[in-house]
């Protein structure tokens, strides 16, 4: 993946973009500048990803793009996707940028001001780094330690709140004085002042559609086959598992296109109770997608060192050695771009707060109905009392509940008042909870989309999710509550609408659970590097009773995740200890 760097103009500003272009080898060698006034822009291509970059100078002005346009060439023939994001700002200013469809970063100036901004998902990384007088964006913040007097240092602070799931300022990264850009936001600056805004702002839309059963299914179809058919390049893959999410991407991919698409897949020969080679190879073979499987290695944590290096942080993602695993196999088998699943759930499986929300709008027949099959399907009279309580409860009860009950399962090494203290902050009145979970994405992007864009930057192939298209992403966003949810099954529209699309063993199948798995593979010798005896202390872990977890070597699944993101942070915070 290309990067780009951006400085305001000095004697020596060409010099130190360079600097910072170089400073990640990895990303690209092929570096150019474009110069506007007071700013000068530039570009570290990949030729590996020869359509993953571009930069220009027009009239005056001056862009740089990292990622790319899906749409471009229906923007203007033959146009780059920096002249294409030039013209745009140009002649609409930053908010004219909802217009556009695609992944990137993207620096546009017109030599006295400069607007920067990521896509609407926050597919692309950006950063930045402001004093007085002076603006700095990068891809990664280790580009900005090529800067003469910049020393990257750790915000412990942020690492507490990624460790913990706790809201802070969008904003602030891991590094003290280093922001980043979030997710449809954008970023004016001049010499005068900064501000930042928002240039998608889908909130207007929620439960705006008044559709029938058959006009819904007909949109799906027609948004979902247009968000891949704008993924697809000439050597295509579908990362494909036997769910239900990276399945119907593959029968878009798979009808007939102008591309070579193929499926790569993990199978797991040595444990049959997660192997879906069967699965895998049916829907391979139903869409006609070349099919090549490989078998992952162990989930060694051995890496960790290294891995926080390359995301310039700690992450809350789950193993990067998966992704890495699967980004390079399919690199070396000529693949430029994966298709993903990922997003599928965010935009249809996010049930909290859905009766209460059903009730406070009048709709109380639906939410008796959910009611009703949610105990059908399920058969737990406490899960239905619970919900009924939770429709009722004012926020400052929920709020005291959660002093006494963190939400999830929770470790004894770890100080429940911590946790409580994240839950009451995030509560919400009964009425609220619907719509927040919907929305909740636009928080920002989380270190976990940082850290595989830069992953896939290393590997020299772009992952992209066509669940996640603002088309689409705003259609379901429109659906009302109960016609989103019809019933209590997971994904219960999507099953509805992909029925016939995809074969009944797939969407009637129960999710693979790969907890058993995972738990007889835990690295513990890597655990306890990082966490015995560790130089810095997170408030809120009793470390001694941890290391009695660790030495016994019988950690639940909750606890390994909880154990790893922790390992994480300190491999990250280690950087500073020497």
Known sequence: MPTLACHVADAAASHLVTGMLTAVPDRGSQLHLARAGSFVLGLAADERLPDEGSICEDRGWAAVVVGTLDDVREQKEGASAALVVLETVRAGGPEALNRLRGVFATVVTDGRRVWAARDHVGTETLYYHEIPGRLLLVSEPKQLEAIPGIRLEPDVEVVEAIFYGEESEPRRSVHRGVLRLGMASYLEWSETGS?????????????????????????????????????????????????IDSPAVAAYAGTPHPHVVGAISAVYPQHPTVDERGLIEMLAGKYGLELQTFTPGPLKLDRLAEWVRTFDGPWSAWHPGWAEQSYRFAAERG????????????????TR???????????VRPALAYLADQRAHNGSRAATLRTLVSTFAPRWMTSAYRRRRPVGPMPSWIDARRLARRDRAQAAAPRE?????????????????????????????????????????????????????????????????????????????????????????????SLRRWLVEPPVHLAGIDYEKLAERLAAGDLPMSDFMWAKDLATAHAFLAQWCS
Request: with cysteine; aromatic share 10%; glycine share 8%.
């Open 195 to 243: 501000r930042v805004g928002r240039y998608w702002r889908p909130e207007a839309l929620l439960e705006t559609a008044r559709l029938t059963p058959g006009e819904i299914t007909e949109r799906f179809d027609e948004l979902m086959c247009r968000a891949v058919r704008r993924t697809l390049r000439d050597r295509t893959a579908v990362l494909l598992s036997g769910g």
């Open 433 to 525: 909870r619907w719509k927040r979970a919907q929305l909740g994405f636009l928080g920002g992007p989380q270190p976990s989309m940082d850290a595989y864009a830069k992953l896939q930057a290393r590997c020299g192939v772009r992952a992209r999710h066509p669940w996640s298209d603002v088309d689409l992403w705003e259609f379901f966003l429109s659906l009302p509550a109960e016609v989103k949810h019809p019933d209590a099954r997971s994904k219960a529209l999507l099953r509805n609408v992909l029925r016939g699309r995809l074969p009944d063993v797939i969407l009637d199948r129960r999710k693979m659970v790969f907890n058993a798995y995972i738990t007889d593979q835990i690295d513990y010798a």
């Open 353 to 363: 707060g859905l009766v209460p929300h059903l009730v406070a709008t009048g709709r």
């Open 335 to 350: 693949y430029s771009v994966v298709l993903t699943g990922f997003f599928a759930e965010l935009l249809t499986d996010l």
